[in-house]
Protein backbone atom coordinates (compact mmCIF):
# COMPACT_ATOMS: atom_id res chain seq x y z
CA UNK A 1 0.00 0.00 0.00
CA UNK A 2 1.42 3.61 -0.89
CA UNK A 3 1.90 5.58 2.34
CA UNK A 4 -0.26 8.37 3.47
CA UNK A 5 2.87 9.71 3.78
CA UNK A 6 6.69 9.40 3.33
CA UNK A 7 9.33 11.75 4.80
CA UNK A 8 13.24 10.39 3.75
CA UNK A 9 16.07 11.98 4.40
CA UNK A 10 14.41 15.68 5.02
CA UNK A 11 17.54 18.31 6.11
CA UNK A 12 16.60 21.88 6.87
CA UNK A 13 17.82 25.55 8.06
CA UNK A 14 16.57 28.39 8.40
CA UNK A 15 17.24 31.58 6.28
CA UNK A 16 19.32 32.41 9.30
CA UNK A 17 21.43 29.86 9.45
CA UNK A 18 19.56 27.29 11.88
CA UNK A 19 19.73 23.84 11.45
CA UNK A 20 16.49 22.38 12.42
CA UNK A 21 15.85 18.64 10.57
CA UNK A 22 19.19 16.59 10.39
CA UNK A 23 18.09 13.84 8.23
CA UNK A 24 14.40 13.03 9.23
CA UNK A 25 12.83 9.18 7.81
CA UNK A 26 9.10 8.52 8.72
CA UNK A 27 6.69 6.55 6.77
CA UNK A 28 2.46 7.11 7.97
CA UNK A 29 0.04 4.23 6.44
CA UNK A 30 -3.68 5.67 5.64
CA UNK A 31 -5.43 5.27 8.75
CA UNK A 32 -2.83 5.27 11.43
CA UNK A 33 -2.87 8.08 14.09
CA UNK A 34 0.97 9.18 15.11
CA UNK A 35 2.08 11.41 18.11
CA UNK A 36 5.14 13.58 17.32
CA UNK A 37 6.65 13.82 20.27
CA UNK A 38 10.10 15.73 21.47
CA UNK A 39 11.25 18.89 23.62
CA UNK A 40 10.88 22.29 23.07
CA UNK A 41 13.05 23.12 19.69
CA UNK A 42 13.32 19.54 18.88
CA UNK A 43 11.88 20.60 14.96
CA UNK A 44 7.80 19.51 15.14
CA UNK A 45 6.63 22.27 14.14
CA UNK A 46 9.09 22.75 11.30
CA UNK A 47 8.66 19.20 9.89
CA UNK A 48 4.90 19.50 9.83
CA UNK A 49 4.83 22.87 8.14
CA UNK A 50 6.93 20.47 5.23
CA UNK A 51 4.24 18.65 4.68
CA UNK A 52 2.05 21.42 2.24
CA UNK A 53 4.88 22.58 1.40
CA UNK A 54 4.69 25.75 3.45
CA UNK A 55 8.23 25.05 4.09
CA UNK A 56 10.62 23.70 1.83
CA UNK A 57 14.42 24.21 0.24
CA UNK A 58 16.12 21.64 1.98
CA UNK A 59 17.19 18.03 1.20
CA UNK A 60 15.25 14.96 1.10
CA UNK A 61 11.65 14.75 -0.03
CA UNK A 62 8.36 14.25 1.13
CA UNK A 63 5.60 12.69 -0.43
CA UNK A 64 1.80 12.71 0.48
CA UNK A 65 -0.29 9.70 -0.83
CA UNK A 66 2.88 9.02 -3.45
CA UNK A 67 2.93 12.55 -4.64
CA UNK A 68 6.11 14.65 -4.24
CA UNK A 69 5.73 17.91 -2.26
CA UNK A 70 7.11 20.44 -4.81
CA UNK A 71 6.78 23.92 -4.54
CA UNK A 72 7.93 24.92 -8.20
CA UNK A 73 4.92 22.56 -9.17
CA UNK A 74 1.97 24.50 -8.29
CA UNK A 75 -0.60 22.66 -9.08
CA UNK A 76 0.76 19.73 -7.05
CA UNK A 77 0.84 22.36 -4.18
CA UNK A 78 -2.72 23.17 -4.74
CA UNK A 79 -3.61 19.48 -4.37
CA UNK A 80 -1.53 18.39 -1.56
CA UNK A 81 -3.11 21.13 0.23
CA UNK A 82 -6.12 19.80 -0.26
CA UNK A 83 -4.94 16.27 0.61
CA UNK A 84 -3.23 17.82 3.83
CA UNK A 85 -4.98 19.97 6.82
CA UNK A 86 -3.24 21.55 9.15
CA UNK A 87 -4.77 22.86 12.14
CA UNK A 88 -2.60 25.31 14.03
CA UNK A 89 -1.77 25.79 17.77
CA UNK A 90 -3.53 29.13 17.93
CA UNK A 91 -7.37 29.01 16.35
CA UNK A 92 -7.20 33.24 15.73
CA UNK A 93 -4.09 31.88 12.82
CA UNK A 94 -7.13 30.26 11.02
CA UNK A 95 -10.21 32.18 12.05
CA UNK A 96 -10.60 35.75 10.00
CA UNK A 97 -13.96 35.61 8.58
CA UNK A 98 -16.93 37.44 10.12
CA UNK A 99 -19.03 33.97 10.79
CA UNK A 100 -18.26 30.54 11.51
CA UNK A 101 -19.96 29.05 8.50
CA UNK A 102 -18.35 31.88 6.61
CA UNK A 103 -14.58 30.40 8.20
CA UNK A 104 -15.87 27.08 7.42
CA UNK A 105 -16.96 27.61 3.83
CA UNK A 106 -13.45 29.45 2.66
CA UNK A 107 -11.29 26.88 2.03
CA UNK A 108 -13.89 24.91 0.11
CA UNK A 109 -14.85 27.88 -1.52
CA UNK A 110 -11.14 28.60 -2.91
CA UNK A 111 -10.87 24.72 -4.24
CA UNK A 112 -13.99 26.30 -6.39
CA UNK A 113 -16.60 24.23 -4.94
CA UNK A 114 -20.07 25.82 -5.00
CA UNK A 115 -23.83 25.31 -4.52
CA UNK A 116 -25.11 22.66 -2.45
CA UNK A 117 -21.62 20.74 -2.28
CA UNK A 118 -20.16 23.92 -0.11
CA UNK A 119 -23.27 23.93 2.11
CA UNK A 120 -22.91 20.13 2.87
CA UNK A 121 -19.55 20.56 3.60
CA UNK A 122 -19.92 23.29 6.00
CA UNK A 123 -23.25 21.44 7.59
CA UNK A 124 -20.69 18.53 7.65
CA UNK A 125 -17.70 19.83 9.40
CA UNK A 126 -20.12 21.72 11.92
CA UNK A 127 -21.41 18.77 13.05
CA UNK A 128 -18.04 16.46 13.41
CA UNK A 129 -17.07 19.01 15.66
CA UNK A 130 -20.73 19.75 17.41
CA UNK A 131 -20.70 23.59 16.26
CA UNK A 132 -23.52 23.71 14.32
CA UNK A 133 -25.91 26.02 16.34
CA UNK A 134 -23.09 28.49 16.55
CA UNK A 135 -22.34 28.88 12.63
CA UNK A 136 -23.65 32.50 13.11
CA UNK A 137 -21.97 33.43 15.62
CA UNK A 138 -18.56 36.04 15.03
CA UNK A 139 -15.66 33.55 15.57
CA UNK A 140 -13.92 36.04 17.79
CA UNK A 141 -16.71 35.84 20.30
CA UNK A 142 -16.64 32.18 21.19
CA UNK A 143 -14.59 30.61 24.21
CA UNK A 144 -10.91 29.35 23.21
CA UNK A 145 -12.26 25.47 23.07
CA UNK A 146 -14.82 26.32 20.88
CA UNK A 147 -12.61 28.33 18.23
CA UNK A 148 -10.68 25.41 18.34
CA UNK A 149 -13.27 23.08 16.93
CA UNK A 150 -13.90 25.76 14.64
CA UNK A 151 -10.54 25.62 13.43
CA UNK A 152 -10.94 21.85 13.19
CA UNK A 153 -14.22 22.11 11.11
CA UNK A 154 -12.26 24.49 8.56
CA UNK A 155 -9.68 22.20 7.75
CA UNK A 156 -12.39 18.77 7.96
CA UNK A 157 -14.28 20.77 5.51
CA UNK A 158 -11.62 20.57 2.95
CA UNK A 159 -11.96 16.81 3.25
CA UNK A 160 -8.60 16.40 4.08
CA UNK A 161 -6.92 12.64 3.88
CA UNK A 162 -4.36 13.53 6.17
CA UNK A 163 -5.26 15.64 9.58
CA UNK A 164 -2.10 17.38 11.00
CA UNK A 165 -2.94 19.00 14.73
CA UNK A 166 -0.43 21.46 16.72
CA UNK A 167 -0.91 20.72 20.29
CA UNK A 168 -4.70 20.40 19.65
CA UNK A 169 -5.15 19.78 23.55
CA UNK A 170 -3.32 22.83 24.94
CA UNK A 171 -5.54 25.73 26.68
CA UNK A 172 -8.59 23.31 27.10
CA UNK A 173 -10.65 22.84 29.59
CA UNK A 174 -10.83 18.64 30.99
CA UNK A 175 -14.18 18.21 29.61
CA UNK A 176 -13.15 20.28 26.14
CA UNK A 177 -10.25 18.16 26.27
CA UNK A 178 -12.14 14.88 26.19
CA UNK A 179 -14.62 16.00 23.61
CA UNK A 180 -12.43 17.08 21.00
CA UNK A 181 -10.24 13.54 21.30
CA UNK A 182 -13.89 11.86 21.20
CA UNK A 183 -14.48 13.99 18.06
CA UNK A 184 -10.67 13.04 16.66
CA UNK A 185 -11.23 9.60 17.47
CA UNK A 186 -14.49 9.30 15.49
CA UNK A 187 -12.91 10.65 11.96
CA UNK A 188 -11.77 8.58 9.11
CA UNK A 189 -8.36 10.31 8.11
CA UNK A 190 -4.77 9.42 8.64
CA UNK A 191 -3.88 12.02 12.20
CA UNK A 192 -0.58 13.34 12.60
CA UNK A 193 -0.55 15.06 16.12
CA UNK A 194 2.23 17.02 17.57
CA UNK A 195 1.87 17.25 21.36
CA UNK A 196 3.24 17.72 24.62
CA UNK A 197 0.27 15.94 26.32
CA UNK A 198 1.48 12.59 26.48
CA UNK A 199 -1.66 11.12 28.26
CA UNK A 200 -3.26 12.77 24.94
CA UNK A 201 -0.66 10.82 23.12
CA UNK A 202 -1.75 7.64 24.77
CA UNK A 203 -5.54 8.38 24.87
CA UNK A 204 -5.24 8.94 20.41
CA UNK A 205 -2.28 7.41 18.91
CA UNK A 206 -1.43 3.97 19.27
CA UNK A 207 2.00 4.76 17.95
CA UNK A 208 4.59 7.86 18.38
CA UNK A 209 7.76 9.09 17.34
CA UNK A 210 9.96 11.30 19.36
CA UNK A 211 11.82 13.88 17.65
CA UNK A 212 14.83 15.74 19.49
CA UNK A 213 17.33 17.78 17.75
CA UNK A 214 16.08 17.21 14.08
CA UNK A 215 16.40 13.54 14.55
CA UNK A 216 14.01 10.90 14.94
CA UNK A 217 14.63 9.37 18.76
CA UNK A 218 12.66 6.38 18.64
CA UNK A 219 9.26 5.14 16.78
CA UNK A 220 7.15 2.39 18.24
CA UNK A 221 4.06 1.76 20.40
CA UNK A 222 3.13 4.47 22.12
CA UNK A 223 2.22 2.76 25.20
CA UNK A 224 6.06 1.21 24.85
CA UNK A 225 8.01 4.90 24.49
CA UNK A 226 6.09 6.48 27.37
CA UNK A 227 6.76 3.56 29.79
CA UNK A 228 10.67 3.19 28.64
CA UNK A 229 12.09 5.87 31.58
CA UNK A 230 15.83 6.05 30.19
CA UNK A 231 14.13 7.05 27.15
CA UNK A 232 11.71 9.69 28.37
CA UNK A 233 14.05 11.15 30.69
CA UNK A 234 16.59 11.83 27.59
CA UNK A 235 14.67 13.44 25.86
CA UNK A 236 12.83 15.42 28.53
CA UNK A 237 9.67 13.65 28.40
CA UNK A 238 7.76 14.05 31.79
CA UNK A 239 4.61 12.05 32.34
CA UNK A 240 2.16 13.47 34.88
CA UNK A 241 2.41 12.47 38.54
CA UNK A 242 0.59 9.06 39.07
CA UNK A 243 -0.07 8.19 35.51
CA UNK A 244 0.81 4.81 34.27
CA UNK A 245 0.85 4.33 30.45
CA UNK A 246 0.94 0.64 30.68
CA UNK A 247 -2.37 0.83 32.88
CA UNK A 248 -3.97 3.54 30.51
CA UNK A 249 -3.04 1.10 27.29
CA UNK A 250 -4.78 -1.66 29.03
CA UNK A 251 -8.07 0.50 29.61
CA UNK A 252 -7.84 1.76 26.05
CA UNK A 253 -6.95 -1.65 24.58
CA UNK A 254 -3.34 -0.68 22.88
CA UNK A 255 -1.43 -3.26 22.53
CA UNK A 256 2.12 -3.50 23.39
CA UNK A 257 4.89 -4.88 20.99
N1 LIG B 1 11.62 31.19 11.52
C1 LIG B 1 12.68 30.68 12.14
N2 LIG B 1 13.92 31.15 11.91
C2 LIG B 1 15.01 30.62 12.50
N3 LIG B 1 14.95 29.57 13.36
C3 LIG B 1 13.74 29.07 13.63
C4 LIG B 1 12.54 29.58 13.05
N4 LIG B 1 11.49 28.85 13.52
C5 LIG B 1 12.00 27.94 14.35
N5 LIG B 1 13.35 28.06 14.42
C6 LIG B 1 14.30 27.23 15.20
O1 LIG B 1 14.17 25.88 14.78
C7 LIG B 1 14.29 25.00 15.89
C8 LIG B 1 13.07 24.07 15.93
O2 LIG B 1 11.89 24.84 16.18
P1 LIG B 1 10.45 24.19 16.11
O3 LIG B 1 9.47 25.30 16.34
O4 LIG B 1 10.32 23.37 14.87
O5 LIG B 1 10.51 23.22 17.37
P2 LIG B 1 9.33 22.45 18.11
O6 LIG B 1 9.81 21.05 18.32
O7 LIG B 1 8.05 22.62 17.38
O8 LIG B 1 9.32 23.21 19.51
P3 LIG B 1 8.12 23.49 20.57
O9 LIG B 1 7.84 22.21 21.28
O10 LIG B 1 8.76 24.51 21.48
O11 LIG B 1 6.93 24.06 19.83
C9 LIG B 1 14.46 25.88 17.12
O12 LIG B 1 15.83 25.97 17.39
C10 LIG B 1 13.92 27.23 16.67
O13 LIG B 1 14.56 28.27 17.35
Redo the contacts with the bound molecule.
Sequence with gaps: MTPALRITGLRFA?P?G?A?LHGVDLSVEPGERVALL??????????VLHLNGILSGGAGSVEIGGRRVDPADRPAVSEIRRRVGIVFQDPDDQLFMPTVAEDVAFGPANMGVRGPELRERVNEALAAVGMSAHRDQVPQHLSFGQRRRVAVATVLAMRPEILVLDEPSSNLDPASRRELSEILRGLAVTLLM?T?DLPYAMELCPRSVI?DGGRIAADGPTVDLLSDPELMRGHRLELPFGFDPVVAAAQLGQARS
Design positions: YDTTGPNGAGKTTLVHL
